[in-house]
Antibody, heavy 118, light 107 residues
Framework: EVQVVQSGIEVKKPGESLKISCKGS????????FGWVRQKPGKGLEWLGV????????RVSPSFQGQITMSVDKSISTTYLQWSSLKASDTAIYYC???????????WGPGTTVTVSS | EIVLTQSPATLSLSPGERATLSCRAS??????LAWYQQKPGQAPRLLIY???NRATGIPARFSGSGSGTDFTLSISSLEPEDFAVYYC?????????FGGGTKVEIK
């Protein structure tokens, strides 16, 4: 089955670091781009960036440049989204999705809920 | 950055009615526009890509049209499971961007 599985709920304090994961299965992981989308409580979708699973080529939205880092571990078919210092405003659901060849988000994970609160 | 403006913000309709959702781009995106559906508590689902192409498994009652700056998602006859929020997204320029969404609610 073609799927994207994401890591579980995270509760963190401001200033802490965090790395969430997104594992692909049912296809050749390194053939695809993977994207990350943020959804704050009760709000719309925000595109964070994409990473290619083969060579880790990355494109990050200017709105999030310097705030997030994306990476890949091909050996375990997993891509990551990480923060070095979380803020309360990072509280959101973070979705990972496999992209089609045409760059649209075709196979979505269930989302990882991140809560940042003191 | 290309800004996508969706209208209306909320559409109140009854099952069986036709829904027409609009997405307008701040500059031409040619035909490089997708539509997604999101139900409460669920991840978004790709419905339409490149303006007019239905994604795998999407029922024929969903159709997309438009090019340049003006796009439409139509649902020919609303089923109970179609009441959700719909987003458009462009892939013409980086960064990729989403519209603000249209909520289709039961009247």
């Amino acid at each position: 089955e073609v799927q994207v599985v994401q890591s579980g709920i995270e509760v963190k304090k401001p200033g802490e670091s965090l790395k969430i994961s997104c594992k692909g299965s049912g296809y050749t992981f390194t053939n695809y781009w993977f994207g990350w989308v943020r959804q704050k409580p009760g709000k719309g979708l925000e595109w964070l960036g994409v990473i290619h699973a083969s060579d880790s080529e990355t494109r990050v939205s200017p709105s999030f440049q310097g705030q997030i880092t994306m990476s890949v571990d091909k050996s375990i078919s997993t891509t990551y989204l990480q923060w070095s210092s979380l803020k309360a405003s990072d509280t959101a659901i973070y979705y990972c999705a496999r992209l089609m060849s045409t760059v649209y988000m075709e196979v979505w994970g269930p989302g990882t809920t991140v809560t940042v609160s003191s | 950055e290309i800004v996508l403006t969706q209208s209306p913000a909320t559409l109140s309709l009854s099952p069986g009615e036709r829904a027409t959702l609009s997405c307008r781009a701040s500059q031409s995106v040619r035909y490089y526009l997708a539509w997604y559906q999101q139900k409460p508590g669920q991840a978004p689902r790709l419905l339409i890509y490149d303006a007019t192409n239905r994604a795998t498994g999407i029922p024929a009652r969903f159709s997309g049209s438009g090019s340049g700056t003006d796009f439409t998602l139509s649902i020919s006859s609303l089923e109970p499971e179609d009441f959700a929020v719909y987003y458009c997204q462009q892939r013409t320029n980086w960064p990729l961007t989403f519209g603000g969404g249209t909520k289709v609610e039961i009247k």
